[in-house]
């Protein structure tokens, strides 16, 4: 498929400095995070319809009652999840569009991702493969199950809202390493960054979100 990865209009490079310069206003500080949300064409993972809206800071839906998060949370949850520098061994829990994907594999080594939703997964590993971000494995399964058979990782992005940290994913967290996670129910949930030390963990509150909640099983 032939892709307008430049954009034109509302989709243009233009638009996407604004985008970057507004991230920078926000708080943003890494340069790296910086020019791959820049590099990144998020209009191709919206719908056509809504491509004018892909670099306002807002999140869109995307099917399946799932979203595309907004710019600034998908900077900042990554900026928290490098904030120690870079990583080698990245766990995303919901691949989604595969937005959020196609930033970490400009920043990280490499990333192994997983959806409950098949649909929505094949549709972002084609869109992620054409952008030529191939250091990224794909798994259809229960999120909050992870992927055991890679643990352990430097670095855990979970991008749904469970009421509580899953217990497969703490376990799956390297020593030294980090997860970022939205936790708690719709209107109320905060923003954790959890840290794995050699005698537990330690748990930083952030900010308040608001993510899609975290639900079990596979379509």
Partial sequence: ??????????TSMRTRERMVGRLKEQGITNHKILDAMRNTPRHLF????????????????????????QP????????????????????????????????????????????????LQKKAKNLVWSLKHKNISYLHSDGGWGWPEHAPYDGILVTAAPPEIPEMLLRQLAIGGVMVIPIGHSGGQELQRVIRNASGFEVEILESVNFVPFLSGRE
């Fill in 1 to 10: 498929m032939m892709l307008n990865v430049k954009g034109i209009g509302m």
């Fill in 72 to 119: 600034y949370i998908v900077a900042k949850m990554t900026e928290l999840l490098l904030a120690s520098g870079p990583l080698a061994k990245v766990l995303e829990i919901g691949t989604g569009c595969g937005y959020q994907t196609a930033v970490l594999s400009q920043l990280v080594d490499y990333v192994y991702t997983v959806e409950r939703i098949q649909p």
């Fill in 46 to 69: 919206v719908d056509e319809a809504l491509a004018s809206r892909a670099y306002e800071d807002t999140a869109l839906p995307i099917g399946y009652n799932q979203t595309i998060s």
